[in-house]
T-cell receptor, first 107, second 113 residues
């Protein structure tokens, strides 16, 4: 079993809808990362968090350390948000990755 | 100004050949990584280096040999390439360790025929 589990695997939303992606991890971590991979293949870091909540524009990431769970929310989704979103658990110079969630936002 | 660059972007080669992928970061970071993304798009760490020293070697076959000549460079040499080595290889760097934001290179698509 993978150390990091994401759900759902795929998600389709209409433009403007609120999107939530969930991530659970089974290992101790020093930080939880959310990454975005666009269809072109490049990977960009969205958030790195070790507690609480972070917000950047329409994106919000939360983490519950006790429950070993994190969520990524996209508010007012837009077709340009279509990408693969990847959760990764970081500790001791190592990232363990989830399988990714493919998000498609339709206009 | 590319923060993390990789060369080449594409690499097509025959089984059994030896090839190298180069990575350079101009961010002044201490830690660099190699990741492999397989055909199912699953990312997995291969190596991490801190201050030119190998920290993580994640059960990678010894046909893969990373080399860090200085903190800004982490190269990956692959001997005797196999079909299963076909993947996208990403280099990344952080200021120090995984408690920092990761900056990824654009990836190198390797196809072994």
């Amino acid at each position: 079993k993978n150390e990091v589990e994401q759900s759902p695997q795929n998600l389709t939303a209409q433009e403007g809808e609120f999107i939530t992606i969930n991530c659970s991890y089974s290992v101790g971590i020093s930080a939880l990362h959310w990454l975005q991979q666009h269809p072109g293949g490049g990977i960009v870091s969205l958030f790195m968090l070790s507690s609480g909540k972070k917000k950047h524009g329409r994106l919000i990431a939360t983490i519950n350390i006790q429950e070993k769970h994190s969520s990524l929310h996209i508010t007012a989704s837009h077709p340009r948000d279509s990408a693969v979103y990847i959760c990764a658990a970081g500790r001791d110079y190592k990232l363990s990755f989830g399988a990714g969630t493919t998000v498609t936002v339709r206009a | 100004d590319t923060a993390v660059s990789q060369t080449p972007k594409y690499l097509v080669t025959q089984m059994g050949n030896d090839k190298s992928i180069k990575c350079e970061q101009n961010l002044g970071h201490d830690t660099m990584y190699w990741y492999k993304q397989d055909s199912k798009k699953f990312l997995k760490i291969m190596f991490s280096y801190n201050n030119k020293e190998l920290i993580i070697n994640e059960t990678v076959p010894n046909r893969f040999s990373p080399k860090s000549p200085d903190k800004a460079h982490l190269n990956l040499h692959i001997n005797s390439l196999e079909l299963g080595d076909s993947a996208v290889y990403f280099c990344a760097s952080t200021r120090t360790g995984t408690e920092e934001t990761q900056y990824f290179g654009p990836g190198t698509r390797l196809l072994v025929l």
